[in-house]
């Protein structure tokens, strides 16, 4: 589904990925690692597009297409959807309208928020005034009237109360398993993801197939998921950056 | 009164570019009144429906129609309020000549004072005491012929505890591409009343526009006022002032306005608050795609505990618009709480891509942020205009800037 080869990344004059590759099989969930600044935003926001990021080398290849130079709208048609972790305010645009477009007109805003419990949410201003799990929500929502197939959720339990984790934690295994529980069935009918997370919290929701630690800007280390997350519990990130297993390879 | 207006009639205004009024003949006084909104001609029903004014009059409680300097359509469905030329009413309310020319001086500069002079037709509008009228009463100032200076002179009054709605549509038919218009309202909203007051102008390339605009709002009275123009028009300069006399009155401003390529727009709204415990609210929204557009906002306290806020941004599109705002307050007294924030600047760009990673193209979205940039300004519009204003947005192509 996703191939990234040997990305590396400017903003500004600062390089934030550099000599990245990865893979996200179809049908699979790849969880990203790593300590702040590390540069996993900037990997999700590179393969989104966003102009900030200035692909020096490498490529970005989704379902076959090199994407590496295309518009972000040509790539939200292709399928790729994004929860950002700090998304703009939009003054003056309702929610309600942000999900007709998404949607194509395709989806009732009514009817999906009340899926979600959201509906009132609707007439209110994108983002505007949000708690940080309002925020989440109203990401998911978006991206439900979306309905991508490769699904880049940026840290989708940090600002969420205990709470809310269940609701957010359920609505993301929802959208990405369509309510498939079979593994096999989920490799062929679900969608793909690529999730960062910090607390590894989310895993208890979704089923997570590999693992990266990235750690300033490098591919530190790759694995299965769970196994990376008790080791950077208890050793914490300076044991991968010492170890830098993937560069050895 | 006639003679320190004729005084003025050279006398140029503070603000705005000057505008040779030798130019222009004045507007025709002759042209026949029809007996419904259905008999007016194609063309000139057309340009009414470019300014929100309903041909049909369905919706509205009542229509009046100004063409150049003639009334020409007239309806009134029931008889909570008066409406009428305020030519004929000047003539059946003796008391009316109380409320002429008070809230706007004859000899203010060349345009009133052109107005003044010319025995000016215009609306009259009385909404009657404690009545509630329940849907718009719309009136039309058209201009339709080429040239032609339009003088008018209005007159609002709502009546102690009464309400009452009102939008005006000021529009030049087709091919009317050079005149000017020059539009006198005096409103007074009584105890208890309330006036909301639209206007939406759709003018043309080379036509000059100076509205002159009075407001007296008395004890516990709300006067809301929104303006809209979103199309070409050569020049417009107005500066309406609510005077907040009466205890507890309040004055609401919503402006969104678009300056075209080849505009001159200087909008400008202004509360005086004089009233104990008054308030006022001025928001603007403008945003230019190439022409110049100056927001001034005034607000000036003279009374305790009133409040007062003003917000003014502005959008700039492309490079070649200017976009000013002159926000200031002013108060006389201590017991006062009066703020104003401005902003101006492009389309932040991390808005345009956050919807375009829902799958919207570049021209796509900055429309929609654009429009709901606008449609902040006019959130107090009633629902059934709004859906005429956000068409007119949507038309505008403004993503195109």
Known sequence: MLEIKNLTVEVGNRRVLKDISLTVPSGSTSVLFGPNGSGKSSLLNTIMGLSNYRVLEGQIIFDGEDITHMPVHERAKLGIGLMSQRPPNLVGVQLRDMLRVTSRGKRDPGKLAETLNMKRFLDRDVNVGFSGGEIKRSELLQLAAQNPCFYMLDEPESGVDLESIERVGTMIRDLLTGGVTCAGRRATEGKSALVITHTGQILDYIEADRGYVLCDGMMACSGNPRELLREIRNNGYEECVDCRLVKQK | ?401
Request: overall charge negative.
């Open chain 2, 1 to 401: 009164m006639r003679k320190r207006a004729e005084a003025a009639l050279e006398k140029k205004a503070a603000l705005g570019e000057d505008i040779d009024l030798s130019k222009f003949r004045e507007g025709a006084r002759d042209i026949p009144e029809v007996s419904s909104l259905e008999e007016l001609p194609e063309r000139t029903r057309e340009a009414m429906l470019r300014a929100s004014v309903v041909p049909s009059g369905e919706g509205r409680e009542g229509s009046l129609v100004i063409l150049d300097n003639s009334m020409v359509a007239r309806s009134v469905a029931s008889d909570a309020y008066e409406l009428m030329d305020v030519r004929a009413a000047m003539q059946k309310h003796d008391w009316l000549k109380d409320y002429a020319w008070k809230l706007v001086q004859p000899d203010a500069d060349k345009y009133t004072a052109s107005t003044y002079l010319a025995d000016a037709p215009g609306y009259f509008i009385r909404a009657l005491p404690g009545q509630h009228v329940k849907m718009p009463i719309q009136t039309c100032l058209l201009v339709g012929s080429q040239n032609t200076a339009q003088t008018v002179h209005n007159i609002i009054i709502v009546e102690e505890g009464a309400s009452l709605e009102v939008v005006t549509g000021c529009v030049s038919e087709g091919g009317v591409e050079e005149a000017i218009h020059m539009g006198i309202s005096e409103f007074y909203v009584k105890k208890g009343g309330k006036l909301t007051f639209t206007m939406i102008h759709n003018w043309a390339e080379q036509i000059g526009v100076r509205p002159r605009t009075g407001v007296l709002v008395e004890d516990n009275a709300s006067y809301i006022n929104n303006y809209v123009i979103l199309k070409k028009v050569r020049t417009v300069q107005t500066y309406p002032t609510a005077h907040l006399v009466g205890r507890n009155s309040v004055a609401q401003f919503n402006t969104v306005a678009v300056a075209q390529p080849g505009a001159d727009l200087d909008l400008g709204s202004r509360a005086v608050l004089s009233g104990v415990g008054s308030r006022a609210e001025i928001i603007s929204r403008s945003l230019t795609t190439g022409g110049r557009v100056v927001n001034r906002g005034s607000l000036v306290g003279k009374a305790a505990d009133i409040k007062a806020h003003l917000e003014c941004r502005g959008l700039i599109l492309g490079d070649k618009g200017v976009n000013i705002a002159i926000p200031e307050l002013e108060a006389h007294i201590p017991d006062v709480e009066m703020t104003h924030e401005a902003s101006l600047g492009k389309i932040a760009k991390d808005q345009v891509e956050y919807i375009m990673s829902r799958g919207l193209t570049e021209d796509e979205a900055v429309g929609m942020i654009v429009r709901g940039f606008l449609e902040v300004g006019i959130r107090n519009i009633p629902e059934e205009l709004k859906a005429e204003i956000d068409k007119t947005i949507a038309q505008a192509e403004l993503a195109k800037g």
